[in-house]
């Protein structure tokens, strides 16, 4: 009996510290998520703010039919909101013209599919995926400007989508780059064009999430500049891949 109760007690101990790192980890991400919201309030009002602005200018230019127009009607698709969605847009080749998606297994990324947060990933995903296109796009209006994606969203340029820059890993860890079985889990596909091999390793990733779990990943690759194929490869999108050698 004394064993018994010695056991419960060691189990929900253990519990109790599962709980509390979780706990940590949730207030880490709903600090994240605020700031993120902050972010987005202050872009609505700056943009709210210039299209008064704009309509003011025009009045007084007396271009009085401009000033009371609404705007057109977006014709662009709406953004994803399930896995489905999103696979159906990244693989389509409109909505994204310069980055190419050699993700070979499907079934990775459908793994984000059916889970509480698939909302929040596929936005994630989706911001990050946007962003990717514009820095290609921001090196073919800028050429010869080397911004590295990491410098390109710190500068934020105006016209162009950026995320967060901490959501950007620009690099593996030395271990899992120098540990065969972990470095292999980042070799993607990629045309010949881009590599005889047709497979690169693919180091740079944006962090979807931060809790443990699937915490997704995607893995890119730019191939930009003279000489190069001038898009951004897409080689995985799914669950974090592993970090630790097995046996």
């Given at each position: 009996m004394t064993?018994?109760?010695r056991d419960e007690v060691k189990r929900l101990s253990a519990r109790i510290s599962e709980l509390a790192d979780e706990r940590q980890e949730?207030?880490?991400?709903?600090?994240?998520?605020?700031?993120?919201?902050?972010?987005?309030?202050?872009?609505?009002?700056?943009?709210?703010?210039?299209?008064?602005?704009?309509?003011?200018?025009?009045?007084?230019?007396?271009?009085?039919?401009?000033?009371a127009a609404?705007?057109?009607?977006?014709?662009?698709?709406?953004?994803?909101?399930?896995?489905?969605?999103?696979?159906?847009?990244?693989?389509?080749?409109?909505a994204l013209p310069h980055l190419f998606f050699t993700?070979?297994?499907?079934?990775?990324?459908?793994?984000?599919?059916?889970?509480r947060k698939e909302g929040l990933w596929v936005t994630r995903a989706w911001e990050a995926?946007?962003?990717?296109?514009?820095y290609a796009r921001y090196q073919f209006d800028n050429p010869g400007s080397g911004l590295g994606f990491h410098s390109y969203l710190r500068e934020t340029p105006d016209g162009y989508q950026v995320i967060?820059?901490?959501?950007?890993?620009?690099?593996?860890?030395d271990y899992v780059r120098n540990r065969g079985k972990l470095n292999e889990k980042r070799l993607f596909r990629v045309p010949t064009e881009v590599d005889p091999s047709g497979r690169v390793p693919m180091y740079a990733h944006i962090k979807l999430d931060t809790e443990?779990?699937?915490?997704?990943?995607l893995y890119f690759y730019p191939h930009l500049g003279p000489g190069t194929t001038n898009r951004v490869y897409v080689g995985y999108?799914?669950?974090h891949l592993p970090v630790q050698q097995s046996n």
């Amino acid at each position: 009996m004394t064993q018994r109760l010695r056991d419960e007690v060691k189990r929900l101990s253990a519990r109790i510290s599962e709980l509390a790192d979780e706990r940590q980890e949730l207030v880490a991400e709903t600090t994240d998520l605020t700031d993120e919201l902050d972010t987005a309030r202050e872009q609505l009002r700056a943009a709210r703010h210039e299209t008064r602005w704009l309509r003011a200018q025009a009045r007084d230019a007396g271009l009085y039919r401009l000033a009371a127009a609404s705007a057109p009607r977006d014709t662009r698709r709406p953004p994803p909101t399930c896995v489905g969605e999103l696979l159906e847009q990244i693989t389509d080749g409109s909505a994204l013209p310069h980055l190419f998606f050699t993700i070979e297994d499907h079934d990775t990324v459908y793994e984000l599919s059916d889970s509480r947060k698939e909302g929040l990933w596929v936005t994630r995903a989706w911001e990050a995926l946007l962003a990717l296109n514009d820095y290609a796009r921001y090196q073919f209006d800028n050429p010869g400007s080397g911004l590295g994606f990491h410098s390109y969203l710190r500068e934020t340029p105006d016209g162009y989508q950026v995320i967060p820059v901490k959501r950007l890993a620009s690099q593996e860890s030395d271990y899992v780059r120098n540990r065969g079985k972990l470095n292999e889990k980042r070799l993607f596909r990629v045309p010949t064009e881009v590599d005889p091999s047709g497979r690169v390793p693919m180091y740079a990733h944006i962090k979807l999430d931060t809790e443990y779990g699937i915490c997704p990943r995607l893995y890119f690759y730019p191939h930009l500049g003279p000489g190069t194929t001038n898009r951004v490869y897409v080689g995985y999108l799914g669950r974090h891949l592993p970090v630790q050698q097995s046996n």
